[in-house]
Nanobody, 121 residues
Framework: EVQLVESGGGLVQAGGSLRLSCAAS????????IGWFRHAPGKGREGVSC????????YYADSVKGRFTISRDNAKNTLYLQMNSLKREDTAVYYC??????????????WGQGTQVTVSI
């Protein structure tokens, strides 16, 4: 059974930074595309980023492009999301999950419990 545990969320002022981590276990981490999505109150789920296992390519939603950076350490079975220049609209619960491209969108499966990110003005 895939296990994913997110951490690193918190309260930060607008313009600040946070680094999220996702510790993975019970599956062969480096074989899988894995990424982040978020869910804000009153909004639908939004795919944020996806890291390819095969060629190192990355996907970012337009809303975070240039501000967020996804990275992975296959030796540590850990995924990261460096979030800079945070905006109030980035406030959400962030989840890591196995990602896959579906047309122009990305779908996520097998996510963890999430970590709350709150950006204050």
């Amino acid at each position: 059974e895939v296990q994913l545990v997110e951490s690193g969320g918190g309260l930060v002022q607008a313009g600040g930074s946070l680094r999220l981590s996702c510790a993975a276990s019970e599956f062969t981490f480096h074989y899988y595309d894995i990424g982040w999505f978020r869910h804000a109150p009153g909004k639908g789920r939004e795919g944020v980023s996806c890291s390819s296992s095969s060629n190192g390519s990355t996907y970012y939603a337009d809303s975070v492009k240039g501000r967020f950076t996804i990275s992975r350490d296959n030796a540590k079975n850990t995924l990261y999301l460096q979030m800079n220049s945070l905006k109030r609209e980035d406030t959400a619960v962030y989840y890591c999950g196995l990602c896959r491209r579906d047309g122009d969108e990305y779908e996520y499966d097998q996510w963890g419990q999430g970590t709350q990110v709150t950006v204050s003005i």
